[in-house]
T-cell receptor
Framework: SQQGEEDPQALSIQEGENATMNCSYK?????LQWYRQNSGRGLVHLIL?????REKHSGRLRVTLDTSKKSSSLLITASRAADTASYFCATDATSGTYKYIFGTGTRLKVLA | DTAVSQTPKYLVTQMGNDKSIKCEQN?????MYWYKQDSKKFLKIMFS???????INETVPNRFSPKSPDKAHLNLHINSLELGDSAVYFC??????????????FGNGTRLTVT
């Protein structure tokens, strides 16, 4: 069954604003990753957060993880038009099944 | 140099035909995957190979048969294509299998349209 669900499904903001998207999952995980997908392209890895970490930063990206709530959030600060894409979270369960399960994705549109 | 390359980029075919999609990675990774992305952008794992050995077969119809001749290649053959097979198929690779946190590297997808 699907592991992750994200909300909102779609988000439209003005350039310069911050964008926050959330991911919820169902089972215990080893780590959680966020990916970006531009239209017509494959997914690109953005950032990884391990189950024993609570927050991680990379450039304009900030990821949080709350394992008690089985949720994560991705914050993109000072958004740019080039950030327009779909964003997916991916988790791998602790059952060791060697697979990453992706969420439903958030479609972000940044208006110039 | 494209890290994960898959061919063809577009594939249009009729129901009942057999087709193949090829994937190659030049990253030296041990694990390769096939994912299917439907029209709602939902991405679902189909298969995973680690060092040429099948480790995940995610309840995919047996019309789909992956083949890994070596750890740099993972091909997908589909028999008797059906309308519901229309989707974008992504190949991906990672240094390690799941649990180690290795990021996935994706190809740009093959858009399959079955008419």
């Amino acid at each position: 069954s699907q592991q992750g669900e994200e909300d909102p499904q779609a988000l439209s903001i003005q350039e310069g604003e911050n964008a926050t998207m959330n991911c919820s999952y169902k089972t215990s995980i080893n780590n959680l990753q966020w990916y970006r997908q531009n239209s017509g392209r494959g997914l690109v890895h953005l950032i990884l957060i391990r189950s024993n970490e609570r927050e991680k930063h990379s450039g304009r990206l900030r990821v949080t993880l709350d394992t008690s709530k089985k949720s994560s959030s991705l914050l993109i600060t000072a958004s740019r038009a080039a950030d327009t894409a779909s964003y997916f979270c991916a988790t791998d369960a602790t059952s060791g099944t060697y697979k990453y399960i992706f969420g439903t994705g958030t479609r972000l549109k940044v208006l110039a | 140099d494209t890290a994960v390359s898959q061919t063809p980029k577009y594939l249009v075919t009729q129901m009942g035909n057999d087709k193949s999609i090829k994937c190659e990675q030049n990253l030296g990774h041990d694990t390769m995957y096939w994912y299917k992305q439907d029209s709602k952008k939902f991405l679902k794992i189909m298969f995973s190979y680690n060092n040429k050995e099948l480790i995940i077969n995610e309840t995919v119809p047996n019309r789909f048969s992956p083949k890994s001749p070596d750890k740099a290649h993972l091909n997908l053959h589909i028999n008797s294509l059906e309308l519901g097979d229309s989707a974008v198929y992504f190949c991906a690779s990672s240094q390690d299998a799941g649990g180690m946190g290795s990021p996935l590297h994706f190809g740009n997808g093959t858009r399959l349209t079955v008419t």
